[in-house]
């Protein structure tokens, strides 16, 4: 599904990503750990598009064609979502609104019918049902005065209406109360599915506790240093970065 | 559309207010013209006030159909005498001293004890320099809806609004401005707020050769409350100026100002505004903000947004920005499928949603 080789990339001048390969499996559940600015949330914008990076060598296929020529609204409606670390407020635009316009572009490049709002308020009221988020959200703002854990809710809300193929998901657990965790790993494993795959990026076990992953990572400084099952998190959880990497 | 002020004008006599034009000419002789020099048009090109518009015909204050509740009337010259006197001598606001050496028409309008009411005014100006006085009398428990509507031809016009908002009543402002390139505009409002008594109010604004809205507020009892929402967007050469003050006059009082700018081509745009917390207003809670979307290279925006505590236990805050659509929102959007044209669009659009939602009778 998505194969990364070799991949390099930079933020204005300084390099970040150092060489990465990896590959995504449909159906899998990948974590990525590592110790703060190992480049986790470099990787996840990197696959998403974001026009801050780039890419100095490598490449990323995504679903056997070059993902790196599409820019992000093309890789987002073909099927990629990145939930933020630290979502955007955007005042003045109705989350309800964004999320139809969102899903619409969606559709649009499948060569679907647009939904009109009438068309497209059950399908969001039953998903914000099952994110478990009061249906005041849907008219509010789009994240605009949200606290940290509503806005990490809302992307996972976002993942659910969307209904992407490759789900990555930066940091979504970090602060989250343990309530609103739970909320959240029920979201990303009722998501979780055989013709679709997630990449979580997380510092803790917790989240881990709650969705399995197939396999987990370790980035340092711009590569992967090593792979294995989730035991591998357990050992980090209990030994730390160093240990593992030493 | 009634002409309820004009009509209840003559009433009083045509000399009623000819003493008061005299004296605020004379003001405004003593005053002078305004210029960038002067500390509160320091942002303002006042080359335009120099010339004297052509005289036209027909201005006037109409009250639209479906007002309900509000009793309007002339302004009666004995009511506001003594205070009008006290406040021509202490201003030194050529916008209000106009609005009296000009004086073209004046009206009362007032919610009574506990009543509920709405009104639209349109203030019209096609053409000629004309002042008008508005006195809005909003009495204990009362809750009202006022819209108030500037239409300004090639025209000059000076507008000053005493708003009373008595102990326990609510007051809702929807201020519009409609009018074309030529077009002055210097409004003044000075709004009084009584304990547990709130006030909300929001101006959508689109500039001309010079127009400058001037708010006072002054929360005088505790529980009183004031917020504010201000919206300009400008394009061409027009441009639109916002002076705030609010005085927090006493403690467990609270206001909290938002206003943002839109500018395009080369239009120019400016929020000067200041927040007074008295000595002893402990408990005060006030928050102002000024965002600055330029759409243009050519564009200018100016901001001084305030703080000026004299009291020890405050919550106050202030910031403000200028600059273009924000790259990380476009992104975000772009992130969920929307092309960055329609990203843009919607970002630019959602800047001034923020402020036009909270209009719910008129829609600038």
Redesign the interface.
């Given at each position: 599904m998505l194969t990364i080789t070799n991949l390099h990339a930079r933020v204005d001048d300084t390099p970040i990503l150092n060489g990465i390969d990896l590959h995504i499996a449909t159906g899998e559940v990948h974590a990525i750990m590592g110790p703060n600015g190992s480049g986790k949330s470099t990787l996840a914008k990197v696959i998403?598009?974001?026009?801050?990076y780039t890419v100095t060598e490598g490449s990323i296929t995504w679903k056997g064609a070059d993902l790196l020529a599409l820019?992000?609204?093309e890789?987002?409606?073909g099927g990629i979502?990145?939930g933020?670390q630290y979502?955007?407020?955007?005042?003045?635009?109705n989350n309800a609104e964004?999320l139809r316009?969102?899903y619409n572009?969606?559709r649009k490049?499948r060569g679907e019918a647009e939904l009109k709002t009438a068309e497209f308020a059950p399908l969001l009221a039953t998903r914000i049902r099952q994110a478990k988020m009061d249906v005041v959200f849907a008219e509010r703002?789009?994240n605009?005065g949200f606290s940290g854990g509503q806005k990490k809710r809302n992307e996972i809300l976002?993942m659910t209406v969307?209904e992407p193929e490759l789900a990555l998901l930066d940091e979504t657990d970090s602060g989250l109360d343990i309530d609103a965790l739970k909320i959240v790993a029920d979201g990303i494993n009722t998501f979780r599915r055989a013709d679709r795959a997630i990449i979580l990026i997380t510092h803790y076990q917790r989240l881990l506790d709650l969705v399995r992953p197939d396999r987990v990572h370790v980035l340092a400084k711009g590569r992967i240093a090593t792979s294995g099952d989730r035991t591998l998190a357990e050992r980090i959880e209990a030994d730390g970065f160093e240990a593992v990497l030493a | 559309m009634a002409h309820v002020a004009n009509a209840a004008n003559a009433a009083h006599g045509a000399d009623s207010w000819e003493a008061l034009r005299r004296d605020a000419a004379a003001r405004a002789a003593t005053v002078g013209l305004p210029t960038r020099a002067s500390e509160a048009w320091r942002y303002v090109d006042c080359e335009p006030l120099a010339s004297e518009p052509a005289p036209a015909s027909a201005p006037a204050i109409a009250i639209r159909p479906g007002a309900t509740g509000w009793k309007t009337a002339p302004i009666d010259p004995a009511q506001v005498r003594e205070r009008w006197t006290k406040a021509l001598q202490e201003t030194s606001d050529i916008g209000q001293i106009w609005s009296w050496s000009r004086l073209h028409e004046t009206l009362h309008l007032q919610l009574p004890k506990s009543a509920q009411g709405y009104l639209h005014c349109r203030i019209d100006t096609p053409g000629g320099w004309h002042g008008y006085r508005i006195l809005v009398s909003v009495e204990r428990g009362a809750v009202g809806s006022l819209v108030i509507e500037y239409a300004v031809g090639a025209a000059r016009a000076c507008t000053g609004i005493d708003v009373d908002v008595a102990q326990g009543s609510s007051l809702t402002v929807e201020e519009i401005q409609s009018g074309d390139d030529a077009a002055q505009l210097l409004s003044s409002a000075n709004i009084t707020v009584d304990r547990d008594a709130q006030v909300t109010w929001t101006s959508a604004w689109r500039g001309g050769t010079l127009v400058r809205a001037r708010q006072d507020v002054r929360l005088t009892a505790s529980g009183a409350s004031m917020d504010f929402a201000g919206l300009a967007r400008v394009a061409g050469k027009r441009q639109a100026h916002q002076y705030l003050r609010v005085a927090h006059v006493i403690g467990d009082t609270r206001s909290r100002q938002l206003v943002k700018n839109v500018i395009d081509d080369t239009a120019r745009a400016s929020f000067d505004g200041l927040i007074h917390v008295a000595k002893g207003a402990d408990r005060s809670d006030a928050e102002q903000l000024n965002h600055n979307l330029l759409l243009a290279p050519g564009g200018r925006a100016d901001t001084r947004p305030q703080l000026d505590i004299h009291a020890d236990e405050v919550k106050a805050a202030h910031g403000a920005t200028v600059g273009r659509p924000?790259?990380?929102?476009i992104?975000?959007?772009?992130?969920?499928?929307?092309?960055?044209e329609?990203?843009r669009t919607?970002?630019q659009?959602?800047?001034?949603?923020?402020i036009l939602?909270r209009f719910r009778h008129v829609h600038p």
């Amino acid at each position: 599904m998505l194969t990364i080789t070799n991949l390099h990339a930079r933020v204005d001048d300084t390099p970040i990503l150092n060489g990465i390969d990896l590959h995504i499996a449909t159906g899998e559940v990948h974590a990525i750990m590592g110790p703060n600015g190992s480049g986790k949330s470099t990787l996840a914008k990197v696959i998403a598009g974001h026009p801050a990076y780039t890419v100095t060598e490598g490449s990323i296929t995504w679903k056997g064609a070059d993902l790196l020529a599409l820019p992000p609204e093309e890789r987002a409606t073909g099927g990629i979502f990145l939930g933020f670390q630290y979502p955007v407020e955007v005042p003045g635009v109705n989350n309800a609104e964004f999320l139809r316009l969102a899903y619409n572009a969606r559709r649009k490049a499948r060569g679907e019918a647009e939904l009109k709002t009438a068309e497209f308020a059950p399908l969001l009221a039953t998903r914000i049902r099952q994110a478990k988020m009061d249906v005041v959200f849907a008219e509010r703002d789009l994240n605009a005065g949200f606290s940290g854990g509503q806005k990490k809710r809302n992307e996972i809300l976002q993942m659910t209406v969307l209904e992407p193929e490759l789900a990555l998901l930066d940091e979504t657990d970090s602060g989250l109360d343990i309530d609103a965790l739970k909320i959240v790993a029920d979201g990303i494993n009722t998501f979780r599915r055989a013709d679709r795959a997630i990449i979580l990026i997380t510092h803790y076990q917790r989240l881990l506790d709650l969705v399995r992953p197939d396999r987990v990572h370790v980035l340092a400084k711009g590569r992967i240093a090593t792979s294995g099952d989730r035991t591998l998190a357990e050992r980090i959880e209990a030994d730390g970065f160093e240990a593992v990497l030493a | 559309m009634a002409h309820v002020a004009n009509a209840a004008n003559a009433a009083h006599g045509a000399d009623s207010w000819e003493a008061l034009r005299r004296d605020a000419a004379a003001r405004a002789a003593t005053v002078g013209l305004p210029t960038r020099a002067s500390e509160a048009w320091r942002y303002v090109d006042c080359e335009p006030l120099a010339s004297e518009p052509a005289p036209a015909s027909a201005p006037a204050i109409a009250i639209r159909p479906g007002a309900t509740g509000w009793k309007t009337a002339p302004i009666d010259p004995a009511q506001v005498r003594e205070r009008w006197t006290k406040a021509l001598q202490e201003t030194s606001d050529i916008g209000q001293i106009w609005s009296w050496s000009r004086l073209h028409e004046t009206l009362h309008l007032q919610l009574p004890k506990s009543a509920q009411g709405y009104l639209h005014c349109r203030i019209d100006t096609p053409g000629g320099w004309h002042g008008y006085r508005i006195l809005v009398s909003v009495e204990r428990g009362a809750v009202g809806s006022l819209v108030i509507e500037y239409a300004v031809g090639a025209a000059r016009a000076c507008t000053g609004i005493d708003v009373d908002v008595a102990q326990g009543s609510s007051l809702t402002v929807e201020e519009i401005q409609s009018g074309d390139d030529a077009a002055q505009l210097l409004s003044s409002a000075n709004i009084t707020v009584d304990r547990d008594a709130q006030v909300t109010w929001t101006s959508a604004w689109r500039g001309g050769t010079l127009v400058r809205a001037r708010q006072d507020v002054r929360l005088t009892a505790s529980g009183a409350s004031m917020d504010f929402a201000g919206l300009a967007r400008v394009a061409g050469k027009r441009q639109a100026h916002q002076y705030l003050r609010v005085a927090h006059v006493i403690g467990d009082t609270r206001s909290r100002q938002l206003v943002k700018n839109v500018i395009d081509d080369t239009a120019r745009a400016s929020f000067d505004g200041l927040i007074h917390v008295a000595k002893g207003a402990d408990r005060s809670d006030a928050e102002q903000l000024n965002h600055n979307l330029l759409l243009a290279p050519g564009g200018r925006a100016d901001t001084r947004p305030q703080l000026d505590i004299h009291a020890d236990e405050v919550k106050a805050a202030h910031g403000a920005t200028v600059g273009r659509p924000e790259d990380e929102q476009i992104t975000y959007l772009r992130t969920r499928g929307l092309d960055s044209e329609t990203a843009r669009t919607l970002v630019q659009q959602g800047f001034s949603d923020e402020i036009l939602h909270r209009f719910r009778h008129v829609h600038p």
